[in-house]
């Protein structure tokens, strides 16, 4: 059974930073992609960052392009995001997903999802 379970959520105060991790289990993900997605109150679910498990590409939603970076760690079958320069409107429940597609920025095409990990970013 695939597990991926968040952590590292927390309220932070504008221009802080902020790491979020995925702890992956149940199967192997070398043949997968790792996106991290989000959602504010009111909003739908949007893509923020993807990598390919095997070859580490990486892939970025415009707003977090400079300031985040989606990044993992094979033998520990975790998933990280690194968030730097944090505002206010990346506050949002963070979840982390799993997909085999390679159209990684699509919400519909992950199969796998966590729980999520709110995270608030104050003025």
């Known amino acids: 059974q695939v597990q991926l379970v968040e952590s590292g959520g927390g309220l932070v105060q504008a221009g802080d930073s902020l790491r979020l991790s995925c702890a992956a289990s149940?199967?192997?993900?070398?043949?997968?992609?790792m996106g991290w997605f989000r959602q504010a109150p009111g909003k739908e679910r949007e893509f923020v960052a993807a990598?390919?498990?095997?070859?580490?590409?990486?892939y970025y939603a415009d707003s977090v392009k400079g300031r985040f970076t989606i990044f993992r760690n094979n033998a520990k079958n975790t998933l990280y995001l690194q968030m730097n320069s944090l505002k206010p409107e990346d506050t949002a429940i963070y979840y982390c997903?799993?997909?085999?597609?390679?159209?990684?920025?699509?919400?519909?095409?992950?199969?796998?999802w966590g729980q999520g990990t709110q995270v608030t970013v104050s003025t």
């Open positions: 990598i390919n498990w095997s070859d580490g590409s990486a």
């Open positions: 997903a799993a997909t085999q597609s390679r159209f990684v920025r699509v919400t519909t095409n992950y199969d796998y």
């Open positions: 149940g199967r192997t993900f070398s043949n997968y992609a």
